[in-house]
C-alpha cells in the first residue's frame, strides 16, 4: 500500500479551489484539473437519476387532487419552467463569459461569481439543506420499497387481509451499508456507470407501473375520475381538498427539479463542444423524457384509480398482483435510489474535503492518499479522511432516517423551501446580471414574474406539507414498525 500526498494532486484539486499549472505532458483541462470526459449522454442519465424518482408513481395521486385539467397543465407548466430556468443555469457555469469565462465548480461559487454577497450564503443553505434532506429521504423511500417486497410476497401466500406486518429498520441499515461502500467513489466524474444503472432502473420501474395501469384500464376495473379531481364531501373534506391541492401543486413542480447539482454535472462535461451547449442538449433530452414518464404514469394511474389513487401504486398496494412483477419493480426502485442517493450526496462530500483542504492544507491526515490494490477492480486510491468523513455521513442519516419514518413529510416542506431560489430565483437573477437585461422591459418583467409566481406555489405548497407535518407528528412514536 503506497501512501502519498495529494496537496498538489488533482484529487486535492478536485475538492477545492486549487489551481494547478498545466502540464503539456499530461491530460488536463484548460484549469489544471484531470481532463473531463463526460458527454451530453452522461449528464442525461445524471439527470434523469436526479429526477425520475420514485414520486413518478405518486403522481396518480397529484392528479387525483387536481383532476384533469389542472393536474395535466401543471405537468406541463413546469416542464417547460424548469427547462428554461436550467439553460439560464447552464450559461452560468463559466463566467463571464458562457463559454470562455473562468469555471465555476459548484451552485455557490456560480451564485459568488455573479451575485455576491449575502445570496451566497442563502444558495449554500438552500442547496446543502435540501441534498441533505433528500438523502434522508432516499434511505426510508428505499427501505419502503424493500419492505413492500416482503409484503407482496406475504399477501400472495396468505391473502391481500393478512396481518403482513414488517419493520424497515433492517432495510434502512442494509441501504446504509451500502451507501458507505459506495461513498468511497472519489467524485461526481466517477459517478457515471452508477448513474447509467440507476437511469435504467427508474425507465424500468415506471414503465412496470404504466403498464400495470394499461391493463387495469383495459380490464375495465377502473376508478371515478373528474375534471377536476377529488369531490369535496364524497372523497375528501372541504379542507383536505385545499391542502392537499397545494400538495399535488408542490409535488409536481419538485418532481421536476434539479438544479441542486446542475452545476456540479456540468462540471464533468469535456470542454468541446462548449459546456453550456451539451448542458442544455442534456437538459432538454432529461426533461422531455422525465415529463413523457410523468404524463404516462399520472395520467394512466388516475384513470386506473380514480380519485382513490395511492400515493404510490407500488409500494401502497394499488396492485397486488402478479406479485412476482410488483417485487422486481420495488427492487427496481431500491437500486435506482442506491445510485441516486451518490448522486445527491457527492456535492455535500465535495463541499466538506474542499473546505478541510483549504483550512487545513498541511494535514496529512486531510490531504494523503494511499493506493491499495483491489482484486477484480484494479489500483483504487483511498483517503482515510475521506473514509472517516464520509461514512460518518452515511451513519449519521441513516439513523436519522430511523428516528424520524416520517420524515418525507419534511423532505416536503424542505423541497418548498429550496425550490423556488435554487430553480427559478438564482438562475433568472444570474441572467439578467449576465446579459444585462434593461430593468422594467418587457423580458426584465416577463422573468421577475415568472419568480413571483413560482415563490407563490413554493409558499402554497410550504403550506400543504406543514398541515401534512402536523398530521404525521401526531401519531409519531420513535423507533416504531411503521409498515403494518
Known sequence: MKSFNTEYEHPAAESGDVYVESDPTKNVDDDGR???????????????????????????????????????????????????????????????????????????????????????????????????????????????????????????????????????YPYMAAFGIIQIILSQIPNFHKLSFLSIMAAVMSFTYATIGIGLAIATVAGGKVGKT?????????????????????????????????????????DTLKSSPAENKSMKRASLVGVSTTTFFYVLCGCLGYAAFGNKAPGDFLTDFGFYEPFWLIDFANACIAFHLIGAYQVFAQPIFQFVEKRCNRNWPDNKFITSEYSVNIPF????????????????????????????????????????????????????EMHIAQTKVKKYSPRWIGLKMLCWVCLIVSLLAAAGSIAGLISSVKTYKPFRTIHE
Open 377 to 428: 477492480l484494479g489500483k483504487f486510491n483511498i483517503s482515510i479522511f475521506r473514509l472517516v468523513w464520509r461514512t460518518a455521513y452515511v451513519v449519521i442519516t441513516t439513523v436519522v432516517a430511523m428516528i424520524f419514518p416520517f420524515f418525507n413529510a419534511i423532505l416536503g416542506l424542505i423541497g418548498a423551501a429550496s425550490f423556488w431560489p435554487l430553480t427559478v430565483y438564482f438562475p433568472v
Open 34 to 168: 484531470e481532463k473531463r470526459t463526460g458527454t451530453w449522454l452522461t449528464a442525461s442519465a445524471h439527470i434523469i437519476t436526479a429526477v425520475i424518482g420514485s414520486g413518478v408513481l405518486s403522481l396518480a395521486w397529484a392528479i387525483a387532487q387536481l383532476g384533469w385539467i389542472a393536474g395535466l397543465l401543471i405537468l406541463v407548466i413546469f416542464s417547460f419552467i424548469t427547462y428554461f430556468t436550467s439553460t439560464m443555469l447552464a450559461d452560468c457555469y463559466r463566467s463571464p463569459d458562457p463559454v470562455t469565462g473562468k469555471r465555476n465548480y459548484t451552485y455557490m461559487d456560480v451564485v459568488r461569481s455573479y451575485l455576491g454577497g449575502r445570496k451566497v450564503q442563502l444558495c449554500g443553505v438552500a442547496q446543502y439543506g435540501n441534498l441533505i434532506g433528500i438523502t434522508v429521504g432516499y434511505t426510508i423511500t428505499a427501505s419502503i420499497s424493500l419492505v413492500a417486497i416482503g409484503k407482496a410476497n406475504c399477501f400472495h401466500d396468505k391473502g391481500h387481509d393478512a396481518d403482513c406486518t414488517l419493520s424497515s
Open 226 to 266: 373528474n375534471m377536476t379531481g377529488t369531490v369535496v364531501g364524497v372523497d375528501v373534506t372541504a379542507t383536505q381538498k385545499i391542502w392537499r391541492s397545494f400538495q399535488a401543486v408542490g409535488d409536481i413542480a419538485f418532481a421536476y427539479a434539479y438544479a441542486t447539482v446542475l452545476i456540479e454535472i456540468q
